[in-house]
C-alpha cells in the first residue's frame, strides 16, 4: 500500500528561526492535505493541494506540491510558540475515495 | 455550527465489556470517518462513511463494528476488545465533493484493561 513518509521526525527551532517539513510518497498522488495537531488536541485541516507545482500561502505558511505528484512541503517563515505541534500531510489515495493516509508526521518545537 | 462531538471523553472498559462511542456533526457532511491514534503516530483510518453506507473498511478487526443511524451520526460499537485497542479513537466529518476538509472531533480516549 501507499507509504508517506515525512521528515524530519522531530525539529526543535528557535521563536523567530523558519522551519520546513517534507512529504514523500511512493506512488503519484491525486491530490494532499495537510494538518495540524496541537499537543492533546485533535488534527486541524490547514490547506489541500491538488495541482502539481501548486504553491498556496496561509500568511507565513506556505505549502507547496512537487512537479511529480509525490512530494509535497510545508514552510513556516519566523516561528512563533504557537506553531507547536505536529504537522501531518494526509494524501489521498485514489482521487474521491475518501481514503487518505496520513504521513508520519513531523513535531515541531519552538523554543521562545 | 463547525463542531464535530464525540462521546464519552474517556472510556475504560474491561476485554469483555460491550461499549459504543458516539460521533454527531450537524455540518450536513455526507462523508463521516473513524481514525484510530496510537501516543506520538499519525490517525490511522478505519472505516469512512459515504451517505450513510460503509465505503471503506480498512481490514479492521469485527471486534469494532461501525453503524452510521443517519447523516448525523456515526457509533462505533466496542465488544471483546485487547489491550492493544487502547488509543484515542477519532471521528471526522467532510463534504462529499471537493474540497474534502475534515473537520474532526476531540476523540474519545480508550483505555482497556
Known amino acids: 500500500g501507499q507509504q508517506v513518509m515525512q521528515i524530519p521526525q522531530y525539529q526543535h527551532v528557535q521563536e523567530g528561526e523558519d522551519f520546513t517539513t517534507y512529504c514523500n510518497s511512493s506512488t503519484t498522488l491525486s491530490n494532499i492535505q495537510w494538518y495540524k495537531q496541537r499537543p492533546g488536541g485533535h488534527p486541524v485541516f490547514l490547506i489541500q493541494?491538488?495541482?502539481?507545482?501548486e504553491v498556496k500561502k496561509q500568511k507565513r505558511l506556505t505549502f507547496q506540491f512537487g512537479e511529480a505528484k509525490k512530494n509535497s512541503s510545508l514552510h513556516i517563515t519566523a516561528t512563533q510558540t504557537t506553531d507547536v505541534g505536529t504537522y501531518f500531510c494526509a494524501p489521498e489515495e485514489t482521487s474521491g475515495t475518501y481514503k487518505y493516509i496520513f504521513g508520519t508526521g513531523t513535531r515541531l518545537k519552538v523554543l521562545a | 455550527d463547525t463542531e464535530v462531538t464525540q462521546t464519552p471523553k474517556h472510556l475504560v472498559m474491561g476485554m469483555t465489556n460491550k461499549k459504543s462511542l458516539k460521533c454527531e456533526q450537524h455540518m450536513g457532511h455526507r462523508a463521516m470517518y473513524w481514525y484510530k491514534q496510537k501516543a506520538k503516530k499519525p490517525p490511522e483510518l478505519m472505516f469512512v462513511y459515504s451517505y450513510e453506507k460503509l465505503s471503506i473498511n480498512e481490514s479492521v478487526p469485527s471486534r469494532f463494528s461501525p453503524e452510521c443511524p443517519n447523516s448525523s451520526l456515526l457509533n462505533l460499537h466496542l465488544h471483546a476488545l485487547q489491550p492493544e485497542d487502547s488509543a484515542l479513537y477519532l471521528c471526522?466529518?467532510?463534504?462529499?465533493?471537493?474540497?474534502?476538509?475534515?473537520?474532526f472531533g476531540p476523540g474519545t480516549r480508550l483505555t482497556v484493561t
Open positions: 471526522a466529518s467532510s463534504h462529499s465533493a471537493d474540497p474534502y476538509e475534515q473537520y
Open positions: 493541494l491538488v495541482k502539481s507545482g
